[in-house]
């Protein structure tokens, strides 16, 4: 008897069948069936995505390509589409978030076991990156993604935690929602180092995170209008030019009272001289730049990750993509409003082929991520 184990079936080896049918049962999401499982509507929908399919043709026909090889992928054969289109309009998607934190779990777990290995920092503090990255959407198609006249667009705002680089958290909102009005409403446990770019700026914001003691590293803005209290005693290093604890006018305007920190670095590799701006008045100046060049880690989760761009889910979901939880739920709302779509409809596009797998340059990565 010949085995087979391509990996797309190593892949599913993920996914335990026990722990995915404990999903299906507490959601109870296979009422009603009539032979078609979760299990089989999961393997087509991993098939879509792997595969990049664009229309629910493409899906039932490669999995029709390989009819003899879907037995060792727990399908007895391959879906129609109106079967397909049925299980993805009515099953509770539900489902698929508590397998999707059953993975998660798993990779958290194993991250857990390895803390301590390639440790950067002395600290045990939570270190965190924060960021939103746009994903361009066809306005005409996708007349739900509001972000420009004639664009389309839907923004993932993503919280990355370094340990592990897992995503903690991520919501999906329109394209034209800012950064910090996500932010505002994110609760960060006490003793977080939260790492973020210049977009994030809100003074009000970065006194609510130190009134709740959770540390944090940006980029000073040119045009900040502020005052020095303290000016500190440089260190013997290369780099560091400036030690300064601050504060800002507009807060003392309003009666705030809140110190920061300012750092002028001087990066020899690029040849520019960088502000940092914290909370934090303990660390050294030397150990404020290395924090902020750990932010890199979330445009490289970026960058790897557009060989499964959401966009290819969101031709099926529509608006049900839309402000829907990743990892957790701001307020635990899901828009209630889910338009109504015939999926089983031939995709008008081209013949997809498969994309060849990202590569991340300097160059490109310098003009697509520099904040």
């Known amino acids: 008897m010949t085995r087979v184990c391509s990996i797309f079936s190593q892949i ?13 049962r507490k959601h109870n999401a296979e009422r009603h069936a009539r032979g078609f499982t979760c299990w089989g509507q999961f393997v087509a929908m991993l098939f879509c995505q792997l595969g990049h399919a664009k229309s629910l043709r493409e899906i039932c026909g ?3 390509a390989s009819e003899g090889k879907l037995r060792h992928l727990g399908l007895p054969g391959a879906p129609a589409r109106s079967t397909l289109a049925y299980a993805n309009e009515h099953r509770p998607w539900q489902t698929y978030e508590t397998v999707f934190h059953q993975l998660l779990q798993k990779c958290q777990t194993l991250a857990a076991s390895r803390t301590g290995q390639n440790r950067r920092f002395r600290f045990k503090n939570k270190l965190m990156s924060l ?13 739900w993604a509001q972000f420009r006249r004639t664009k389309g667009a839907v923004k993932l705002h993503l919280l990355l935690d370094h340990n592990g680089h897992l995503p903690a958290f991520g919501v999906v909102t329109e394209g034209k929602k800012h950064e910090i009005q996500v932010a505002r409403e994110m609760e960060f446990t006490p003793g977080t180092t939260l ?7 809100d003074y009000q914001w970065f006194v609510n995170l130190t009134q709740r ?21 440089l260190p013997n290093r290369r780099g560091v030019l400036r030690d300064e604890v601050i504060f800002f006018f507009k807060l003392a305007e309003q009666d705030v009272e809140c110190f920061f920190r300012r750092i002028e670095f001087y990066d020899e590799e690029q040849e520019r001289v960088l502000v940092f701006l914290t909370n934090n008045l303990v660390w050294s100046a030397a150990t404020i730049a290395e924090l902020y060049k750990q932010r890199w880690q979330v445009e490289l989760f970026f ?7 959401p966009s290819d889910a969101m031709e099926f979901q529509e608006p049900i993509a839309l402000n829907r939880p990743l990892v957790g739920a701001l307020d635990g709302s899901v828009r209630p409003c889910i338009a109504q779509r015939l999926l089983c409809a031939e995709s008008k596009v081209r013949p ?3 994309a060849p797998p990202a590569t991340l340059s300097d160059e490109s990565a310098a003009r697509q991520w520099s904040a």
């Open 195 to 201: 790492v973020i770019d210049r977009g994030y700026t």
């Open 303 to 309: 960058e790897s990750s557009t060989w499964c761009t």
């Open 352 to 354: 997809h082929r498969l």
């Open 62 to 64: 490669g999995l029709a």
């Open 131 to 143: 960021d939103a990255t746009v994903i361009d959407l066809c306005a005409s198609v996708f007349d």
């Open 213 to 233: 003691k959770v540390h944090f590293v940006t980029r000073m803005k040119e045009n900040a209008d502020y005052g020095v209290v303290e000016k500190r005693e």
């Open 12 to 24: 599913l080896q993920l996914f335990p069948r026990l722990e995915f049918e404990f999903a299906t």
